[in-house]
């Protein structure tokens, strides 16, 4: 995601113009990352997606217009290269769930410190998923006892099986490339290979579901 050294460009998204002030202000104090832009409502976001082309979307699911898992949805499909960070109030299981089937890479409650909120970004945009402690409790025990266990995985290939555990570790795909000496572009054709066999619709999904059968452990 973006050009390598240069700042990550952030769309900020919040119907609130105190927070949105105050995450404007997170994003410019990190040296690594600048502000593309910012928008109040669901179509002044996917306008300014169109208009402003950022790197990464902090959003609030509560706007007016289309609500943050709408436009996330229509970005998945529109601009599948800029990343969803949700930055929201809502963390019950169903909300949580619907903002990353969306396409959601990253899900955080607000009351989140400055620190997890521009560890998050960075995650995010070197192709990592997040969800802060608020939420991931949550998502992991609405998919505990369904995913299936590692051994139970036969659609796998043992190559796919090793991407998958690196993914669950979190590492992002240069990262995973170099572990496993293979390219980017055919570490990009594993993952995607690994959420087709396993009916995930992201990264995300598949961590949750990855993690819940044992994979990952070992690099956490």
């Given at each position: 995601m973006g050009e390598p050294g240069r700042p990550v460009r952030v769309l900020v998204v919040d119907d609130h113009p105190l927070f949105r002030a105050g995450l404007r202000g997170v994003v410019e104090r990190m040296p690594d990352a600048e502000v593309a832009g910012e928008a109040a409502d669901g179509d002044a976001a996917l306008a300014a997606v169109a208009t402003t082309r950022p790197d990464l979307v902090v959003l609030d699911l509560h706007l007016p217009g289309p609500d943050g898992v709408?436009?996330?949805?229509?970005?998945?499909?529109?601009?599948?290269?800029?990343?969803?960070?949700?930055?929201?109030?809502?963390?019950?299981?169903?909300?949580?769930?619907?903002?990353?089937?969306?396409?959601?890479?990253?899900?955080?409650?607000?009351?989140?410190?400055?620190?997890?909120?521009?560890?998050?970004?960075?995650i995010v945009a070197a192709g990592g998923s997040v969800l802060g402690p608020a939420v991931a409790d949550a998502v992991l025990a609405v998919h505990r006892g369904t995913a299936a266990a590692p051994e139970v995985f036969p659609q796998l290939s043992v190559r796919e099986r090793e991407v998958l555990d690196l993914v669950a570790a979190g590492l992002a795909n240069p990262v995973i490339a170099a572990e496993l000496h293979l390219s980017h572009q055919t570490v990009r054709n594993y993952v995607s290979s690994v959420f087709l066999k396993l009916g995930v619709v992201d990264r995300a999904a598949a961590i949750v579901a990855a993690r819940d059968a044992g994979l990952g452990t070992g690099r956490r």
């Amino acid at each position: 995601m973006g050009e390598p050294g240069r700042p990550v460009r952030v769309l900020v998204v919040d119907d609130h113009p105190l927070f949105r002030a105050g995450l404007r202000g997170v994003v410019e104090r990190m040296p690594d990352a600048e502000v593309a832009g910012e928008a109040a409502d669901g179509d002044a976001a996917l306008a300014a997606v169109a208009t402003t082309r950022p790197d990464l979307v902090v959003l609030d699911l509560h706007l007016p217009g289309p609500d943050g898992v709408t436009v996330t949805a229509r970005l998945a499909e529109s601009h599948p290269d800029v990343a969803v960070v949700v930055l929201t109030m809502l963390s019950d299981d169903g909300t949580v769930l619907a903002a990353l089937r969306a396409g959601a890479r990253g899900y955080l409650v607000k009351g989140s410190d400055e620190a997890e909120i521009a560890a998050a970004i960075r995650i995010v945009a070197a192709g990592g998923s997040v969800l802060g402690p608020a939420v991931a409790d949550a998502v992991l025990a609405v998919h505990r006892g369904t995913a299936a266990a590692p051994e139970v995985f036969p659609q796998l290939s043992v190559r796919e099986r090793e991407v998958l555990d690196l993914v669950a570790a979190g590492l992002a795909n240069p990262v995973i490339a170099a572990e496993l000496h293979l390219s980017h572009q055919t570490v990009r054709n594993y993952v995607s290979s690994v959420f087709l066999k396993l009916g995930v619709v992201d990264r995300a999904a598949a961590i949750v579901a990855a993690r819940d059968a044992g994979l990952g452990t070992g690099r956490r």
